[in-house]
């Protein structure tokens, strides 16, 4: 998947695990975009995928929920 789609991806496991609205997750994600926490997927492709979408959804939200 791109970058965008993982981002996408993300967004949308944090709202159906933690019950969250799209508003709140698209913040968390924003929140951890500008922190820096998503670059070494920009750099490399491959760090975008289902299983690290899973991965990302959780540490992002841990870190940064609204």
Partial sequence: M????????????ITEKYATSDEAAIKMVMRAQADDFFS????????????????????????YKV
């Fill in 2 to 13: 791109t970058y965008e789609e993982h981002l996408d991806e993300v967004c949308t496991l």
């Fill in 40 to 63: 070494g997927h920009d750099d490399d492709p491959s760090l975008c995928t289902l299983e690290r979408a899973h991965q990302d959804a959780r540490a992002v939200f841990k870190k």
